[in-house]
């Protein structure tokens, strides 16, 4: 789980995705990853513009609590 750092709206605004696929650059390190949003759009970031979050699972799927 993660935020999606936006310069043009404050931090409590920024948007959650789930992490789909990492994908690694030339040299090994991981770069880009691609994530689905809440509305299950697929989308594209550098790995500088994701945050990620602390999630307690507590026995429950983070999928379903987050994306219902």
């Given at each position: 789980m993660v935020l999606l750092q936006e310069d043009v709206c404050p931090r409590h605004m920024w948007k959650r995705a789930l992490i789909e696929?990492?994908?690694?650059?030339?040299?090994?390190?991981?770069?880009t990853v691609v994530l689905r949003t809440p509305e299950g759009n697929k989308i594209t970031r550098p790995i500088q513009l994701v945050i990620?979050?602390?999630?307690?699972?507590?026995?429950?799927d983070v999928e379903e609590c987050l994306f219902p």
């Open positions: 696929q990492l994908i690694e650059g030339r040299d090994g390190m991981i770069r990620p979050l602390e999630v307690d699972q507590d026995g429950e």
